[in-house]
């Protein structure tokens, strides 16, 4: 009998990656407090509000600014209150930007994930917002003249609780790459789980070929 069919079934039976894109994106995964326990989101909201609806979340590149900012979207969106959402990559999402705010409603909250590459044109977007009256969120890893809604810092506290809220890596991940993937990604935690996924990865392919 061929040793194929049984090669195969074993290929089979190995586990997905658990630091696919789809499950670490901003909006997929909760957004955590130094201490790897999720955020109060409904007490953040709440404290925009207080900063008259116009603030920013800071923080370093990696540091869960994105994820925080599709957390407060989503809330949004379940107590009903409209939101325009934009990400900053080209002039073109810049020209969308300030279309966009010009035409927000004033219950409406301009949410904004890129801030910095906004540059020149921030003070027209402000400026916009403060006449149509609509509330404005940003993210950006530079200090902006925005009120601080929350400065994101990241540790290996939170990147340990985020892997644990994936989905089961079947123990192919241990505890010493973890760590080993925040020192080399210098604390950026969207770049830890990448270094993550490609472990993984080449660990799944040394399974199939030892199978």
Not at 110 to 122: L, M, N, P
Not at 156 to 180: K, M
Request: glycine share 8%; aromatic share 8%; net charge positive.
């Amino acid at each position: 009998m061929s040793s194929r069919p049984a090669e195969e079934k074993v290929i089979t039976r190995l586990p997905f990656n658990p630091f696919a894109t789809r499950y670490i994106r901003a909006g997929r995964i909760e957004p955590l407090n130094e201490n790897g326990v999720p955020c109060n989101i409904e007490e953040i909201f709440k404290r925009f509000q207080s900063l008259s609806r116009y603030a920013a979340i800071e923080g370093p590149h990696g540091s869960g600014k994105s994820t925080l900012l599709a957390a407060i979207v989503e809330h949004c969106k379940q107590e009903k209150i409209f939101t325009k959402a934009f990400v900053i990559r080209s002039f073109g999402d810049v020209l969308q930007l300030i279309y966009g705010t010009a035409f927000a409603s004033r219950k409406a909250i301009v949410c904004v994930d890129g801030w910095e590459r906004v540059g020149y044109f921030s003070g027209v977007v402000m400026a916009i917002a403060r006449f149509r009256r609509c509330g404005l969120l940003v993210t950006s890893h530079k200090t902006t003249r925005l009120s601080q809604l929350m400065q994101c810092r990241s540790n290996q506290q939170i990147l340990n609780a985020v892997v644990g809220c994936l989905p089961s890596h079947g123990g192919i991940i241990q505890e010493d790459d973890c760590e080993d993937a925040f020192r080399k990604s210098s604390g950026n935690l969207r770049e830890a789980l990448l270094d993550l996924y490609d472990r993984f990865e080449r660990r799944i392919r040394t399974a199939k070929a030892d199978a």
